[in-house]
């Protein structure tokens, strides 16, 4: 168990709706990242927060979006899903004034039908 | 293209031997990590290896960096079936972006 939380653990959902993915990272962290798997594109990072505010973007569509809240939990909102949005999505968190290790969280499996 | 790219795709070796993966990546950066993954599961983390540092050891995992050729590798000695898993390299860039390798699937065979 890393002590990185996510919730829901299975998510499906038709095409065109929004959802949303919960995290919550390991006691004292204050990064949280998010990563999207998939079959064909593999482990992409889409984003990271830091104490609140957003520190990198990587592959994050539009009709996606996230915020850390001050109690430190984020959530990664994703709109008009598409059934290419399909995907585990990660979440990890890692411990402050560090570019170290990741602690990922079990995944939300998203299926979009 | 992803960043990181590793080879071989899968590995299949009877239990005790050892088991090297490599990873190459394309831009500058912080440090290098491995990750294991279960099956549809979380990754974990193995190890990390600063920009600076050029091997380093963990248990039976060695991990080697080299940033000239932007390649690093990761060997497993004296495997066991519990480590039948995929294996990722992730590098931090110094643009602050974090990118995953393809995977290696290893298979551990008892």
């Known amino acids: 168990d890393s002590g990185v939380t996510q919730t829901p653990k299975h998510l499906i959902t038709a095409t065109g709706q929004r959802v949303t993915l919960r995290c919550s990272p390991r006691s004292g962290d204050l990064s949280v990242y998010w990563y999207q798997q998939s079959l064909d594109q593999g482990l992409q990072f889409l984003i990271q927060y830091y104490n609140g505010e957003e520190r990198a973007k990587g592959n994050i569509l539009e009709r996606f979006s996230a915020q850390q809240f001050p109690d430190l939990h984020s959530e990664l909102n994703l709109s008009s899903l598409e059934l290419g949005d399909s995907a585990l999505y990660f979440c990890a968190s890692s411990a402050p004034g560090t570019r170290g290790e990741q602690y990922f969280g079990p995944g939300t499996r998203l299926t979009v039908t | 293209s992803q960043q990181g790219e590793e080879d071989p795709q899968a590995l299949s070796i009877q239990e005790g031997e050892n088991a090297t993966m490599n990873c190459s990546y394309k831009?500058?950066?912080?440090?290098l990590q491995w990750y294991r993954q279960n099956s549809g599961r979380g990754l974990v983390h193995l190890i990390l290896i600063r920009s600076n540092e050029r091997e380093k050891h963990s248990g039976r995992l060695r991990v080697t960096l080299d940033t000239s050729k932007k390649s690093s590798s990761l060997l497993i000695t004296a495997s066991r079936a519990a480590d039948t898993a995929s294996y990722f390299c992730?590098?931090?860039?110094?643009?602050?972006?974090?990118?995953f390798g393809t995977g290696t699937s290893l298979t551990v065979i008892p």
């Open positions: 831009t500058s950066i912080n440090n």
């Open positions: 992730a590098t931090a860039t110094t643009g602050n972006q974090f990118y």
